[in-house]
């Protein structure tokens, strides 16, 4: 049964103080809840313990406070990443993983319940699509593992929005969302250790030169001929090679971020010397990185991995000869499969 409460974590600060004064409530505690929300992380509303008992059980009878249902959680014994699947209100289910390193963790989040895009390596984009995630769903991916992150006494460092769905087909919410979590007032988290992963919607980056946003940019790009993109990444007929290059190099200008490209190698597809000089020309065009991931196949397409001897020729010509700033990834791998959602079948290193 939906909900009908006004959920709190949908509110930025502005929203929430107009709310509570909607309720009769003084303006001053909409800085406080939204301190209890979005840094303290309170999971009930009585916990806020300097808002009277009247205006708590005002707030009680017409709002709530979002959560999410962990229904399966995994740890790779290899490196420590852990994956969950949340259940959300309406009963879908979202992944979000916890990636571990020695000075930080990454948290990589879903932005949508499936993918439209159909990516034809994808396995989430072959799973169907259902809807946007709101901002309460995206938050909360973030929360919870934040909650259980303090009882260890650390905390989330980076996110990386590259998970289940594509982030620019749900950018109202991905940009409040991004506003808060980076909200001195909230988790403060840098939008330099903030990354949006895209399969290429233009209209996104350019949103984010409206927003003055400057995060991070990860770009699945995975071939660089239009006529093997198309083929690949069937979004690549609305938003053209050329129309990317050229909105990437006004917001590299702008935001003076680097920008990372993702390349799946794929046997017999986009693995030859012709497409490792067009890959090298495009990327030298911006201070870059270049992820190269070894594709592992899926039930849903016929796509092979390139021989480990074709996947080295391939990097070390793009490292050596061209002098790229590239990386292989999925070497070390992990036990947990899928660790980052858009990219489902890759591993993470």
């Not at 209890?36 to 999971?43: I, N």
């Not at 300097?50 to 790779?76: A, F």
């Not at 940019?217 to 990317?244: C, G, Q, T």
């Not at 012709?274 to 020309?281: E, H, R, T």
């Amino acid at each position: 049964m939906e909900n009908t409460k006004m959920a709190l974590l949908n509110l930025n600060e502005a929203e929430l103080t107009e709310f509570i004064l909607s309720l009769g409530m003084k303006k001053f505690y909409g800085k406080q809840i939204y301190n209890w929300l979005h840094s303290k992380l309170v999971r009930n509303i009585h916990d806020m313990t300097n808002i009277s008992l009247k205006d708590r059980n005002t707030l009680d009878e017409t709002s709530y406070i979002p959560l999410l249902n962990i229904v399966n959680h995994q740890t790779s014994k290899i490196d420590g990443t852990e994956k969950f699947l949340f259940k959300l209100e309406d009963g879908n289910t979202i992944e979000t993983v916890l990636l571990k390193h020695k000075d930080r963790n990454t948290v990589c989040v879903s932005t949508q319940v499936g993918c439209p895009v159909k990516c034809k390596f994808c396995a989430t984009g072959a799973s169907g699509y259902e809807r946007n995630l709101t901002v309460h769903e995206i938050l909360n991916q973030i929360y919870t593992i934040e909650r259980r992150l303090r009882n260890k006494e650390q905390n989330v460092n980076n996110i990386v929005f590259m998970g289940m769905g594509e982030p620019f087909f749900n950018v109202d919410n991905l940009i409040k969302a991004i506003k808060i979590l980076s909200d001195e007032k909230g988790l403060n988290i840098s939008r330099r250790k903030i990354t949006v992963s895209t399969s290429g919607v233009i209209t996104g980056i350019e949103r984010l030169l409206e927003e003055k946003m400057q995060v991070e940019l990860a770009i699945s790009l995975h071939a660089v001929f239009n006529e093997k993109r198309d083929e690949l990444m069937p979004i690549n007929k609305r938003y053209p090679l050329e129309d990317l290059f050229t909105v990437l190099q006004e917001y590299q200008k702008v935001s003076n971020r680097r920008i990372t490209f993702e390349y799946i190698l794929i046997k017999d597809f986009n693995v030859s010397q012709s497409d490792a000089d067009m890959l090298a020309d495009f990327v030298h065009e911006f201070d870059h990185a270049l992820n190269l991931i070894p594709y592992n196949p899926v039930v849903e397409n016929d796509f092979e991995r390139p021989s480990e001897k074709k996947i080295e020729r391939f990097y070390n010509y793009l490292k050596n000869d061209r002098k790229v700033n590239v990386i292989i990834r999925g070497e070390k791998g992990t036990d947990i499969d899928g660790a980052c959602g858009q990219l489902r079948q890759r591993t993470v290193k």
